[in-house]
């Protein structure tokens, strides 16, 4: 964890989140209830889970794309979903 990154005691806002240069390493961070956190590192077994997951979906349908571990911004969150489904149309999003 770096030293720049706000511990998950401290609250901020997304906007400070967002601009810090290590959300996206491995695993990611969240911004949860103005705390961020480092989400746990995934499993073999649940990494096989999600890409089986979202490949099944992904085969199934036109109208929707799955997609692991897409960073969504839905002020003041900033979660990092296992899972994002978006809609063709990109204005439907669901996690």
Same mark, same amino acid.
């Given at each position: 964890?770096?030293?720049?990154?706000p511990?998950?005691?401290?609250?901020? #806002? #997304?906007? @400070?989140? /967002? $601009?810090?240069p =290590?959300?996206?390493?491995?695993?990611?961070? @969240?911004?949860?209830? %103005?705390? $961020? *956190?480092?989400?746990?590192?995934?499993? /073999?077994? &649940?990494?096989r #889970?999600?890409? =089986? /997951?979202v490949? &099944?979906?992904?085969?199934?349908?036109?109208?929707? @794309?799955? *997609?692991? @571990? /897409?960073?969504?911004?839905v002020?003041?969150?900033?979660? *990092?979903?296992?899972? $994002?489904? $978006? %809609?063709?149309?990109?204005?439907?999003?669901h996690?």
């Amino acid at each position: 964890m770096s030293t720049d990154m706000p511990q998950s005691i401290a609250t901020i #806002l #997304l906007a @400070e989140f /967002l $601009a810090q240069p =290590n959300i996206e390493t491995s695993p990611a961070w @969240e911004l949860i209830d %103005g705390r $961020a *956190v480092q989400k746990t590192m995934p499993t /073999l077994f &649940h990494s096989r #889970l999600q890409r =089986n /997951l979202v490949n &099944h979906i992904n085969d199934r349908t036109d109208q929707f @794309e799955a *997609v692991q @571990e /897409l960073r969504c911004i839905v002020p003041p969150y900033s979660p *990092v979903p296992d899972i $994002a489904i $978006a %809609g063709n149309d990109r204005n439907i999003w669901h996690w």
